[in-house]
């Protein structure tokens, strides 16, 4: 690792500046499992989140955390020496107490496609073998690296992403998992919202009449756009597609797969158009 790229890890993940083996990792998200395992800690958790599915043998893990918060009490007597939080889903009054009783807590807040192979690194400092997240981090930022020479971007491609159906969300430029899709080329529909996920209406997205409408859940997307066909370019050249949504929406190693997936859409599109 380059001293360059090791400063900025410090700068992002300042606890790793002090980074030692752990015997007892709990995650508090299910990409955070994720990353775990592909850093070389996967033996060392006792409990994770729920919905923590990959690898399968997440599944078996005590769960001390879910959409509504923490379970203080348990995480506590399980005594661990590392907890890895998500700012993003995890109360920060909740980590805070974790903090108060001495516990130590890492954050790993994911922004970027680069961010996902520094993760890997950060957490490879706790690791028995920190080659392995090491190596991870390079195999990831090698597939990202043959992805953008195979798929030459030269027509930008309109996009929506549905988010939730009820109620009707998307996400903005600078939030996950847009550099997904800008990465294939797609230029958000919603891109300069003033909201990071914003809810819109039926009659906004028509109004913006997008080449492709993407979702996790190809019928609920078709049957709630179908009836505007007229209206819609999306509908009319039957480009709504579906995305495996923990590709998507989980930063992880498997997010090449999501990005993979929607450049092969977008070179459909492209050359449909030519």
Known sequence: MSFLRLMLILIIFPTSLSAAPVERVISLAPHITELVYAAGLGDKLVAVSEHSDYPPQARKIETVANHQGLKLER??????????????????????????????????????????AQSLEALSQYAPDPDIGLQAA?????????????????????YFYQLSDQPLMTVAKSQWPSEVFSFCGGVNVFENSSVPYPQVGQE???LKNPDVIFSSQYSSALSLWSKWEPQMTAIQNH??????????S?????????????????????????
């Open 75 to 116: 995480i506590i007597t399980l005594k661990p020496d590392l907890v890895i939080a998500w700012p993003g889903g995890n109360p920060a009054k909740e980590l805070d107490k974790l903090k108060a009783f001495n516990i130590n807590v890492l954050a790993i807040n994911i922004r970027s496609l680069d961010d996902i």
């Open 138 to 158: 390079t195999d990831f930022r090698q597939q990202l690296s043959k992805l953008k020479q195979q798929y030459q971007i030269t027509i930008p491609i309109r």
């Open 204 to 206: 906004q997205v028509i």
């Open 239 to 248: 480009h709504v597609w579906s995305i495996n949504s923990d590709w998507l």
């Open 250 to 274: 989980r930063p992880t190693p498997r997010t090449i797969k999501a990005i993979n997936q929607v450049c092969m859409y977008f070179e459909t599109l492209r050359k449909h158009t030519s």
